[in-house]
């Protein structure tokens, strides 16, 4: 136990430094709600940012202020009204939502200055009434028009921290309440941002960590607003959006510096592969096997052994690291077996290993497999959850009843290609 204890360990630093010098000097865009901020945890994630920072990670900040709003308009006995969750902000209620949302942008800076993190708030918004919709008139509610690139570069450049209130102006100096979301994601957008994070009271949509583009554009839910807003973000350059639980400790770290992480990610690139495995790949699926052979659920395979039918096997991998394999022994009968399935003990809940076996059926289906089995000791529950039907001996090839261990006493499952 202490051992696996420490080679967790070992693991987790591996990966910190992987992904600290993989995002130096890259930028990432934190939309935080305001929930988040008045929150508990919002010290420690102040101290995260704050490293992630003195790591030489470029980050900018948009606050939401909704909740401080509303308790501001309502100390000064101001009205208002909201349409589908958007405030319809007048011009009686602009001044009182302008000092509400630099209020939070303060709380912001002051608690970077705590970490010796020099920030600064800017108007670098250039907004557009939101106008009349179906017959509302939204009046001072605005959408971001555009984003001031060149000057926020220069902030960026000279190692100052972004903030920006949910506000913006027209080219007459005319200010409109903004969607802190909205924001977030077109500053990601004109930056080109390498991740932005909707950092509020979300948990892991559907229980889903990751979406590719495709999968989000379907997805209908919770959160589906940002989502849509990631999948926007993504199809205009920006590479990952997460969206993720600020109440839990650590969470931002977790998802940057963990393979796996904590929240939801919607990805605009090949974020999972699945490849053939190559020699070099030997010594981490071996590693990726061990705890499997040690409870007996694999057979033990050597390095000479797994050269000889390399090309059968495949690899899944995320961000350059395995995190499964497996491998199809397809013979000129028609016949396949699928062996040496295993996913590493982080990643057993990410569909790792259902989407290799996913792989080497469509596989065997190009080269004409008739029938694809299995043998397995302590996972029958989830084959036949997959669609593998149980099976016996005289199911099995001659090649393959020929090696049948009987002491082993695997149970067989098939399926027809």
């Not at 009204?81 to 209620?93: A, F, H, K, V, Y």
């Not at 979300?202 to 589906?224: F, P, T």
Request: proline letters at 3%; glycine letters at 8%; hydrophobic letters at 40%.
């Amino acid at each position: 136990m202490k051992r696996d204890k420490l080679r967790e360990s070992v693991d987790l630093i591996r990966e910190v430094f992987f992904y600290t010098r993989r995002f130096k000097n890259q930028t990432f865009v934190f939309q935080i709600e305001n929930s988040i901020i008045e929150g508990e945890n919002f010290h420690s994630l102040i101290k995260d940012l704050a490293m992630l920072k003195e790591s030489g990670i470029n980050i900018v900040i948009v606050p939401g202020a909704h909740d401080h709003i509303d308790r501001i308009l309502k100390q000064y006995n101001v009205q208002t009204n909201s349409i589908d969750g958007i405030r319809i902000s007048t011009s009686e209620t602009i001044p009182f939502i302008k000092m509400a949302a630099f209020d939070v942008a303060n709380s912001i800076m002051t608690s970077l200055s705590r970490s010796k993190i020099p920030a600064v708030i800017g108007n670098w918004v250039h907004a557009r009434g939101k106008g009349v919709i179906k017959g509302i008139d939204y009046q001072e509610t605005g959408v971001v028009d555009k984003i001031y690139r060149d000057p926020l570069f220069k902030v960026i450049n000279d190692d100052l921290v972004p903030i920006f209130p949910c506000i913006g102006w027209n080219s007459l100096g005319k200010p409109y309440n903004i969607s802190s979301r909205d924001l977030a994601s077109s500053i990601s957008i004109t930056l080109g941002s390498s991740k932005l994070f909707f950092i509020g009271e979300h948990d892991k949509l559907g229980g889903v960590s990751q979406m590719s583009l495709k999968e989000a554009k379907q997805y209908r839910g919770y959160a589906q607003g940002l989502v849509e807003l990631g999948v926007n973000a993504c199809e205009n350059g920006v590479t990952r959006v997460h969206i993720i639980d600020g109440r839990v400790e650590g969470i931002i770290l977790k998802e940057i510096f963990s393979n796996t992480g904590e929240g939801t990610m919607i990805h605009s690139n090949a974020y999972e592969q699945i490849r053939p495995m190559i020699n070099d790949d030997i010594p981490d699926v071996l590693k990726i096997m061990k705890p499997y052979i040690e409870d007996g659920i694999l057979l033990s395979r050597t390095k000479e052994q797994m050269e000889e039918c390399l090309h059968d096997f495949v690899v899944y991998e995320i961000d350059n690291k395995i995190h499964a394999c497996g491998a199809l022994h397809l013979k000129e009968d028609g016949f396949g077996e699928i062996a040496a399935l295993a996913t590493d003990l982080s990643s057993k809940t990410n569909g790792s290993g259902k989407a290799i076996v996913d792989y080497l059926l469509s596989r065997g289906e190009e080269r004409n497999a008739k029938m694809i089995f299995v043998l397995t000791t302590k996972t029958s529950d989830w084959f036949e959850s997959i669609g593998f039907k149980k099976g016996n001996i005289d199911d099995l090839p001659i090649w393959k009843k020929e090696k049948y261990n009987l002491e082993r006493n695997s149970r067989i499952y098939i399926k027809k290609v």
